[in-house]
């Protein structure tokens, strides 16, 4: 089931992006005091006290304004309404009540989706209740905060936890969700085809040609697997193109849904921007993965297959723990080493680890590289413990001070090295709490 979208929505410049990257706790909106910056939606996974949203950023909501580009930064914000479970509505407190806050409220409450409003820019003290006006729209209680500082996110984060819907669990499915993904015609329906033994997905050179994602299952070492042909994720289409939007949408949703994803590359070409955005998307997600260079059939024996595959493992050095596999769809050659490889993923998210020994990796880590200090304060571990789910998901709690984000890598990165986790990415969360006496 995919996760819950939350929608952060506003007039321009009241802190949107810079409350985005605050909550992702990295820098990925552009942030700027020219108001409209953020014209499209920016979309990221979101661990928010060990439960993942969706979180969208949006162009601010422009009233009046006759330009195309406003209007199409306005429509891409009431989008994100639409799809969202949840709507994080942003004043700047310190302007107080505008006309624009006061025309999208009645919008907000007519859609039936959990508001939390949240009144920014309460950068000290001395500015404590100027978000008190946003009583004014009826939407109940208002967070004061700093995006900027990252004064009261705690308080923002378990409103936003308690405000998300229930969701009951979905009917169980057999088989380990796999997902193909990549770029047009790369070859994805023939590796469908050739892992599930018939001509399921309609194979064409035309790229685009599969518009929705096809299921079906098949086995390998004893191990039921159910495996999605999903669309070519392209460039984002014009508003004209509806249909290759949805085919994105319907891609990106296959991978949050997916246990393991297989990245589809065409060894026979260079690796392009489109092939490292779908491995983004999948290190974003943290979604296990296996990169498949298909076509090998194409560059002959010898030589030009391992220089492709080395640049290859070069170009791909920020996912560097995904395993990398030359394959031929059509001719089949690599196919079963592509399957052991998924089965190996597979077992490294079903590893589990006992509390000692993930204090003892902890402690290890800490030692050998201390976390930068946060405005002065020193960033404190006291013990970690293994959550549940795939991919292995851990919470270290500490003394509640920021993480940054290089330093979240380089623990990600020594814990896989500390556990054996040749192949999985790590999911950690951090948490507040006292030490262990």
Not at 55 to 61: E, I, S
Not at 83 to 97: K, N
Not at 131 to 137: F, I, S, T, V
Not at 313 to 332: D, H, Q
Request: net charge positive; charged share 25%; proline share 6%.
């Amino acid at each position: 089931m995919p996760p819950p979208v939350v929608a952060i929505v506003g007039a321009p410049n009241v802190g949107k992006s810079t409350l985005f990257n605050r909550m992702l706790g990295r820098r990925k909106a552009i942030v700027s005091d020219v108001p409209g910056v953020t014209r499209d939606r920016l979309m990221a996974s979101c661990d928010l006290f060990g439960v993942n949203v969706t979180l969208v950023d949006t162009g601010g909501m422009v009233k009046g304004a006759p330009d195309d580009l406003t209007r199409r930064v306005r429509a891409e914000a009431l989008k994100a309404v639409e799809e969202a479970d949840v709507i994080l509505f942003v004043l700047d407190a310190r302007a107080g009540l505008s006309a624009l806050d006061l025309e999208v409220a009645p919008l907000l409450r007519s859609s039936g989706k959990p508001v939390v409003l949240v009144g920014n820019k309460i950068d000290a003290v001395s500015l404590e209740g100027l978000e008190l006006e946003a009583y004014r729209l009826g939407l109940g209680d208002v967070v004061s905060l700093s995006a900027e500082q990252g004064r009261g996110l705690d308080e923002l984060v378990e409103r936003l936890v308690r405000s998300l819907p229930h969701r009951s669990a979905p009917v169980a499915q057999p088989g380990v969700r796999v997902a193909i993904v990549g770029r047009p015609n790369v070859g994805k329906s023939s590796l469908f085809n050739r892992l599930v033994k018939q001509d399921r997905a309609l194979v064409t050179p035309v790229p685009g040609t599969t518009r929705d994602p096809v299921d079906a299952l098949f086995e390998h070492a004893g191990v039921t697997y159910r495996v999605i042909d999903t669309a070519g994720i392209r460039r984002r289409a014009s508003r004209g193109e509806d249909i290759e939007w949805v085919s994105v949408l319907k891609a990106r949703q296959a991978l949050e849904e997916a246990e393991i994803a297989v990245a589809l590359i065409d060894s026979s070409a260079e690796i392009g921007h489109q092939d490292l955005a779908i491995l983004g998307i999948i290190a974003q997600g943290q979604t296990p993965a296996v990169v498949a260079a298909n076509k090998i059939d194409l560059l002959g024996p010898g030589g030009p297959l391992s220089t492709r595959m080395r640049e290859f493992s070069e170009a791909l050095g920020f996912v560097a723990y995904v395993p990398l596999v030359p394959i031929s769809a059509l001719t089949g050659e690599g196919v079963d080493r592509l399957l052991d490889t998924l089965g190996k993923v597979r077992n490294e998210g079903l590893k589990r680890f006992s509390t000692a020994e993930l204090n003892r990796a902890l402690q290890e880590i800490v030692r050998e590289k201390q976390p930068p200090s946060d405005s002065g304060r020193e960033v404190r571990f006291y013990y970690m413990t293994q959550a549940g789910g795939q991919p292995p998901r851990f919470i270290i709690f500490g003394n509640g001070r920021q993480v940054p984000e290089p330093y979240r890598r380089y623990m990600a990165g020594r814990l896989r090295s500390h556990l054996g986790l040749a192949f999985s990415p790590v999911v950690l969360s951090f948490r507040r709490s006292r030490p262990v006496r």
